[in-house]
């Protein structure tokens, strides 16, 4: 700060005053409006009117907004529905992480080593996170196709699948129209959505590591796994907290896999908050049990940016 | 012994890296394999499905461009990525550099500030914008999408280019502003050319952000011919109950490898902005 100021104060002494263009103060704010105009216009006035809407009766139709308290939440809290989406999103969002975060130690591990043709094997583990998630997911509908599934096929010709076999007697397995299958689809289609990031981000921390305490860990003579236990993953832990924040919010906000997978089927039993939102306040036009349901994820998105703000200050520190 | 044991976590790696790579590229596979399907091998072949019974065809390939909106789709999709990256740009590049060095202490807190904005998610304030577009009498434009889409790319960008700012030294724009540039003459001279490839990142981080955004693309337009790849694709390319799946696979895949390679180039920086610049990628 005070160098800063100092910088200045030199420049003006030797230049003479030239107004705005070096008035730091000014300059600083000038250069900031736009974006927090944007934000404030785009974001915090949005987020503000989706609490009144989910206070008043508005819908699609009828733009007047009257107060009426609870009672949207009161009626979306009381359909069997609302608790199965509840369920669900933190469900797949919980069953997705634990899952992510062990495949994703493993693999960032794998990709911390030397070995030939490592460029490429990144690429093609980044290509599921870089693909829109919508054609990503088209893809997996299609894999999972209740009469074209290659799956089928392959269980089939190993045995596993028909008559007199563990998963027959029919020829398909219908992934998506029996519940817990298509609770798995799900979750299978978020870990492989969200494994390329948190390995790219747990292998930013691994390769981060100082070199010098891995060659005194050497000397010292510990081996790969004492190694790997002792000092790496207890070194990259702060980041570990980060990659598994994103990976919550990008789970638990996300609307996409389920909207085009199985639309909340079969019935409601893979319904989630965002799609459930989508559906009551855009497709049947009732915006404020819309914007009702979609508040739900705000306590859980408000926790996880609280940690997100603590590890950050911890990461700081160290 | 040695040469044993260096074979044997040799296999291990490479094995391990197989079947993450199989995994990721489980549906990608299906894709590819299906576009090249005739109808009566697809849906009536019995063998392995994975292989051709019948010769590869490029007739689906030649659907896909002659009969669907897909290139109209991809024109959408294209403007809509340029003005946002552009908006991006003009919009974060200036707050970046502030955060970096213009405001001092709170600076920071302000820094951190924008970047939980990039944690505020669509599916909270879809509702609200989509009241809000329509008031505006955007709906079922593009127009709808190049407005909203930079408070989705404004933060991160800015929180982005924030630490490529704070990595040049002092110095250099003081030598500048000793040598009679003002800061604002500095910072476009002397620091803009310095930071290019943060401005690259930000650039390759914004496209791909618009190609990838579902919900408000989904909400916002209902017609055709103004709909993005990332929404036409999956929902217009099924004509009712009936899938043309080796179309839509060929627009999945068509837009899918290059968005992935390119994405991977930039990774380590996008990378570093995701960890807060706890880790310098």
């Not at chain 1, 990709?111 to 919508?134: E, V, Y």
């Not at chain 2, 490029?58 to 659907?63: A, F, G, N, S, V």
Request: glycine share 8%; with cysteine.
């Amino acid at each position: 700060m005070t160098l800063q100021k100092t910088g200045v104060v030199k420049s003006t002494q030797n230049k003479g005053f030239r107004g705005l263009s070096d008035n730091e103060g000014a300059l600083g704010s000038l250069f900031l409006l736009p974006a927090i105009i944007y934000i404030v216009a785009l974001v915090a006035v949005p987020f503000f009117i989706a609490i009144a809407f989910s206070f008043s009766d508005v819908t699609v139709g009828n733009t007047s907004l009257n107060y009426v308290g609870l009672e949207n939440f009161a009626r979306v809290i009381k359909t069997p529905q609302f608790k199965r989406a509840l369920i669900n999103s933190i469900g797949f969002t919980f069953v997705t992480q634990v899952i992510v975060i062990v495949l994703a130690n493993i693999l960032a591990v794998i990709l911390s080593q030397d070995f030939r043709g490592k460029w490429i094997a990144r690429m093609l583990i980044i290509l599921p996170w870089a693909t829109p998630i919508s054609l990503g997911t088209i893809g997996w509908l299609w894999l999972l196709d209740s009469k074209f599934s290659p799956f089928d096929w392959f269980l089939v010709k190993w045995g596993l699948l028909g008559p007199d076999t563990i998963l027959g007697p029919g020829t398909h397995m219908i992934f998506l129209g029996r519940e817990w299958l298509a609770m798995a689809s799900v979750v299978t289609i978020y870990v492989w959505r969200i494994l390329p990031l948190s390995t790219v981000i747990l292998l930013a921390g691994l390769t981060s590591i100082n070199q010098d305490i891995l060659d005194q860990a050497e000397v010292d003579g510990s081996k790969f796994f004492r190694t790997l236990f002792t000092i790496k993953l207890p070194l990259i832990l702060p980041i570990m907290a980060v990659a598994v924040l994103f990976g919550i919010i990008f789970t638990f906000t996300d609307m996409t896999v389920v909207y085009i997978l199985t639309r909340g089927g079969p019935i409601y039993y893979t319904q989630v908050l965002p799609v459930w939102a989508y559906f009551k306040g855009i497709d049947s036009g009732a915006l404020a049990d819309g914007a009702a349901i979609a508040l739900f994820l705000f306590p859980v998105l408000l926790a996880v940016v609280i940690l997100m703000l603590r590890t950050a200050s911890r990461t700081e520190i160290n | 012994m040695q040469i044993i044991k260096t074979f044997i976590s040799r296999a291990m790696i490479y094995g391990s890296v197989l079947l993450f790579c199989l995994f990721s590229m489980m549906p990608f596979i299906w894709m590819v394999v299906t576009i090249f399907k005739e109808d009566k091998e697809l849906y009536r072949g019995k063998g392995n499905p994975l292989l051709y019974s019948l010769p590869p065809t490029l007739e689906h390939l030649k659907q896909l461009f002659q009969e669907t909106n897909f290139l109209v789709f991809a024109k959408n999709s294209l403007i809509v990525g340029i003005v946002v990256v552009l908006i991006t740009l003009i919009i974060a590049i200036p707050a970046g550099y502030s955060l970096a060095r213009l405001t001092g202490r709170w600076g920071e807190k302000a820094g951190i500030g924008i970047f939980l904005v990039y944690l505020v998610p669509p599916t909270l304030l879809f509702i609200p914008l989509f009241r809000m577009v329509v008031a505006l009498g955007l709906n079922n434009s593009i127009w709808s999408l190049i407005v909203v889409y930079p408070t989705m790319s404004i933060p991160f960008s800015t929180w982005l280019l924030m630490g490529f700012f704070k990595a040049i030294p002092r110095d250099l724009e003081e030598a500048a502003m000793v040598d009679g540039y003002s800061r604002l003459v500095s910072f476009i001279k002397v620091i803009m050319p310095l930071s290019l490839s943060g401005i690259i990142a930000v650039v390759v981080f914004t496209f791909t952000l618009t190609l990838h955004e579902f919900i408000y693309a989904l909400t916002f337009i209902s017609s055709s011919a103004q709909r993005t790849l990332s929404v036409g694709v999956p929902t217009e390319l099924i004509l009712g109950d009936v899938f043309f799946w080796q179309s839509l696979m060929a627009a999945a895949v068509l837009v899918a490898f290059p968005v992935g390679f390119v994405y991977n180039l930039f990774l380590d920086q996008l990378v570093a902005g995701f960890t807060m610049g706890a880790v310098k990628g």
